[in-house]
Every structure is written in C-alpha cells, then in structure tokens.
C-alpha cells in the first residue's frame, strides 16, 4: 500500500505579514499558527508521518513546540533552502520509497479539513499528481508591464490554487531534479505541480478546495484567521466510546433539570461517578462559596475529580430598555459570571487529575438578537471565555469546552417558548451524548456543534 507522507512547508521569513517573527509562529486562539496545522495531520488516520521544513533561524523555536506538544507523527524537522522549491525537495530527500504518497502543505493553512486531505489520498490512487483549488469568484484579468489589460480569461475555467498538493514521490522527486538542470527556466513556477506541467510528468488532477483554508500572508489574513477561530466549531462525529467514562468523579452544576439532568443520567449509566448540584439543593452557581463548597464536598468523598459541568442558565425575553436592572443582573449572573465561578473553582482539582472544563452556549451567540440582547451576549461571552481559559489552562493539561446545540428540547425552552413540534427539536440525551464525548475527546478550546440528526 505504502506510506502517506506530509511535508510541511515553514521556512519562510514572513515579512508580508509585517510581524517580528515568521507568521507560522504567531499565535492566534491559544497555538501558533503551526501548531494548528500539525494537529490536522495528526488527526488524520491516514497520513503516517509529517516533516516540516523550517527556517534555520528558527529551529529552536521549532524544538520548544516539539517539546510542550505530545506529537505522533512528526518524525523529522530540517533546515530549509533560499526557495519554496528547494524546501520541497528537501523534505522529498526524506522520503525514500518512491511508490510513497506525499502531501506538500504550507505551514500557513490552518483550517484545511480532513475530507480535502482525504480526497487527496484517494486521487492519488489514480493519478500521480494532484493540487486543490477552488473556482474564482472575481474576474481574472492579465496585464502588461504598463498595467493595461491585455487578456480576460474565461471565468469558469480559472480555478484558485491552494495546497497541499499530492504526488506520488517518484514523480515530483523526478520533477524538481528536472528542474535543477533547467535552473534558468524555473523562475515563474512557485509550486510543485507547476513542475509537474512544465516537464509534461502526467495529467494533475484537482481536488476541491474551499473558501476557509487559507493562506496567511499579510497581517489582514491575521485579523481574519483570528475571526474564523473565533467561530471555529466541530461536531463530535467520531466513535468515542461512552464507556470510557466508567469510574470518572463527574460535577454537574445545575444538574436538576434539561441538558444538565440528561447529562448526569448518561454519565451515571456509563459507569461514571456523578454529582449534581443546583439552585434546589442550595447550590447557587453566581457565589463563589456555594461552587467552592460544592467541590470540596466531593473531593473529600471522591479523592479526585475529573470532569465539571456548567448547564445552569436562564433565557429572559424583553427589549433592554423595559426590563428591569435587577432582572438583567441576574441573568448575566446565572448565565455568565456561574461560568466563571465554576471554571475558576474547579481548576484547583483538575490539575490533579489533567482533567476538562464542559460549558454551554446557544447558537444566538454568533449575532446578537432583538428581545435576546442579554442571552446573546451572555452566550457569546461564554465562548471567548473558553477559548481564553484553554490556552491559559493549557499548561496544566486542562481541557475547556462549550457545548453548543440547536433548539433543544427542554423545560427552560418549553416555558419560554410553549409547545413545538418535536421532530424540530433536539433531545436533551442527544446533547448529552455529545456533552459525554467531548468531555472524553481531548479536544480544547473548541465550540461543539449539536446538530439534530437529518
């Protein structure tokens, strides 16, 4: 079958992006840009290993992430050339079975998913080369050295280059050492399958890329990477096996009714060792005393925890300038400032156990919506507080999640929003199950999307 092999492209200088340091090295939503693209090759089942060729000047910096991150598959780091080119071949000389597959992918695109790596592996089956690319939107026009038009391609055929690109390693080993011997003739091709065209090494066939996976190349692309993060969400698809929870001390606040009563019930029938707290057994989430108390209590019972919850939360209806101050207080304090008090109470026994943070949002935390001005705020709220606390958290090892599900059916819903159809709702269990999996993902700092079953 052979291996598949990812090439890592990172020894540029960046000084488009105008930073101090290259902009692989620049962190947004708790990593460097780096290490967002590493981990999306460590996911993948597929790909076998990963080199990443980096700027001689920046190889310690290379070795300090190597060191705080746990990676499986990155076998080798090595110096890169003057040129994208040379780097390419470079990380090629690494390889040495030539039947291999190799992925070459700037170290810049953080968002590529795994369906597009995928998609890759599987052409290669068929072809020797293959790019990613997306259709333009804009017109495409070609000018002169005085920047008058002198062509407009037909639209539909343009397509917009992206990376990786994918080749059998003989192949693109053969292009690039075709390109040596040509050296004067090289100078307008900036990527590999533009070797492949150039020396006529085969038909490249092209996979579908998408808007997201970016390149960041100008301090623009910062801002906007910093956006996409901000709003990055997964779905929990994989089959992470409930069982798993079995013996783990799990706390759920607010743990009497809907999501959090769900939650506590699934966990406790997979074996877990659950404990619920709420307003009705005198634990109010806004005092820090009552949290505190709360998971001393279990941990003098238990010796250790593993896993808080935070579902507690009230939904007011009203525009702002008619409801009362006390009334807004309230729920900014059940809503947000309980998050707050619990993640901040609990980090003391999760560093025992390198355990994880689970919170809620809802999907009105993307735009703020008339009547919902308080909810919505205090929902988007809690999402940047979860990406702040896991990479403030992440030295210890704690993960930090919110959980963010549709319409979903349950008490609070049903008193704010009487009778609905039921088949347009999710079920309070279908949240918990996805409530269950992050908590066993390994996942941080991440939105999760629930999304009912179509």
């Given at each position: 079958?052979?291996?598949?092999?990812?090439?890592?492209?990172?020894?540029?200088e960046?000084?488009?992006?105008g930073?101090?340091?290259?902009k692989?090295f620049?962190?947004i939503?708790?990593k460097?840009l780096?290490?967002?693209?590493?981990?999306?090759?460590?996911k993948?089942?597929?790909?076998?290993?990963?080199?990443?060729?980096?700027?001689?000047?920046?190889?310690?910096?290379?070795e300090?992430?190597?060191?705080r991150n746990?990676?499986?598959?990155?076998?080798?780091?090595?110096?890169?050339?003057?040129?994208?080119?040379?780097?390419?071949y470079?990380?090629?000389?690494?390889?040495n079975?030539?039947?291999?597959?190799?992925?070459?992918?700037?170290?810049?695109?953080?968002?590529?998913?795994?369906?597009?790596i995928?998609?890759?592996?599987?052409?290669?089956?068929?072809?020797?080369?293959?790019?990613?690319?997306?259709?333009s939107?804009?017109?495409?026009?070609?000018?002169?050295?005085?920047?008058?038009?002198?062509?407009?391609?037909?639209?539909?055929?343009?397509?917009?280059?992206?990376?990786?690109?994918?080749f059998?390693?003989g192949?693109?080993?053969?292009?690039?050492e075709?390109?040596?011997?040509s050296e004067?003739?090289?100078?307008?091709?900036?990527?590999?399958?533009?070797?492949?065209?150039?020396?006529?090494?085969g038909?490249i066939?092209?996979?579908?890329?998408?808007e997201?996976?970016?390149?960041?190349?100008?301090p623009?692309?910062?801002?906007?990477?910093?956006?996409?993060?901000?709003?990055?969400?997964?779905?929990?698809?994989?089959?992470?096996?409930?069982?798993?929870?079995?013996g783990?001390?799990?706390?759920?606040?607010?743990?009497?009714?809907?999501?959090?009563?769900?939650?506590?019930?699934?966990?406790g029938?997979?074996?877990?060792?659950v404990h619920?707290?709420?307003?009705?057994?005198?634990?109010?989430?806004?005092?820090?005393?009552d949290?505190?108390?709360a998971?001393?209590?279990?941990?003098r019972?238990?010796?250790?925890?593993?896993y808080?919850?935070?579902s507690?939360?009230?939904?007011?209806?009203?525009?702002?300038?008619?409801r009362?101050?006390e009334?807004?207080v309230e729920?900014?304090?059940?809503?947000?400032i309980?998050?707050?008090?619990?993640?901040?109470?609990?980090?003391?026994y999760?560093?025992?156990?390198?355990?994880?943070?689970?919170l809620?949002t809802s999907?009105?935390?993307?735009?703020?919506?008339?009547?919902?001005?308080?909810?919505?705020?205090?929902?988007?709220?809690?999402?940047?507080l979860?990406?702040a606390?896991?990479?403030?958290?992440?030295?210890s090892?704690?993960?930090?999640?919110?959980?963010?599900?549709?319409?979903?059916?349950?008490?609070?819903?049903?008193?704010n929003?009487?009778?609905?159809?039921?088949?347009?709702?999710?079920?309070a269990g279908?949240?918990?199950?996805a409530?269950?999996?992050?908590?066993?993902?390994?996942?941080?700092?991440?939105v999760i999307?629930?999304?009912?079953?179509q």
């Amino acid at each position: 079958m052979g291996k598949v092999h990812a090439i890592l492209l990172a020894s540029g200088e960046g000084e488009r992006a105008g930073y101090h340091l290259p902009k692989q090295f620049i962190k947004i939503a708790g990593k460097t840009l780096i290490e967002h693209t590493i981990e999306v090759f460590e996911k993948n089942p597929r790909v076998d290993d990963v080199i990443i060729i980096i700027n001689p000047l920046y190889t310690s910096l290379m070795e300090d992430i190597l060191l705080r991150n746990d990676y499986r598959k990155v076998q080798k780091v090595l110096q890169g050339g003057k040129s994208r080119r040379e780097s390419s071949y470079i990380g090629l000389q690494a390889i040495n079975d030539d039947n291999d597959k190799v992925l070459i992918h700037d170290a810049v695109r953080p968002f590529l998913r795994n369906e597009i790596i995928d998609d890759c592996i599987d052409a290669l089956d068929s072809y020797d080369s293959v790019d990613v690319a997306i259709p333009s939107p804009d017109t495409i026009i070609e000018v002169n050295e005085e920047s008058r038009i002198t062509g407009i391609p037909q639209r539909e055929r343009l397509r917009r280059g992206q990376t990786p690109q994918g080749f059998r390693t003989g192949v693109i080993k053969k292009a690039h050492e075709m390109a040596m011997a040509s050296e004067n003739e090289m100078a307008h091709i900036t990527d590999d399958c533009g070797l492949i065209l150039k020396f006529d090494l085969g038909p490249i066939y092209v996979v579908q890329g998408e808007e997201r996976n970016i390149k960041i190349t100008y301090p623009e692309d910062i801002f906007l990477a910093d956006k996409i993060f901000q709003t990055n969400s997964y779905s929990i698809q994989e089959e992470i096996p409930l069982e798993a929870i079995e013996g783990k001390v799990v706390v759920i606040f607010g743990g009497s009714k809907g999501i959090g009563e769900a939650t506590a019930e699934m966990a406790g029938h997979y074996g877990a060792r659950v404990h619920t707290f709420s307003r009705g057994n005198g634990t109010d989430v806004t005092s820090f005393t009552d949290v505190s108390d709360a998971l001393e209590q279990v941990y003098r019972k238990e010796g250790r925890i593993d896993y808080v919850v935070n579902s507690a939360g009230v939904l007011r209806i009203g525009k702002l300038n008619t409801r009362d101050i006390e009334d807004i207080v309230e729920e900014i304090n059940i809503n947000y400032i309980g998050s707050i008090t619990v993640a901040k109470a609990s980090v003391q026994y999760l560093k025992k156990s390198q355990g994880g943070i689970v919170l809620y949002t809802s999907s009105s935390y993307t735009r703020g919506r008339a009547l919902y001005s308080v909810y919505s705020s205090s929902k988007a709220a809690i999402v940047n507080l979860t990406q702040a606390l896991a990479e403030e958290l992440m030295p210890s090892n704690i993960k930090v999640n919110v959980i963010n599900p549709e319409r979903t059916d349950t008490p609070m819903r049903r008193e704010n929003f009487g009778k609905e159809p039921k088949e347009t709702l999710l079920t309070a269990g279908e949240v918990a199950e996805a409530s269950l999996k992050t908590m066993l993902s390994g996942l941080s700092g991440q939105v999760i999307d629930v999304r009912r079953k179509q």
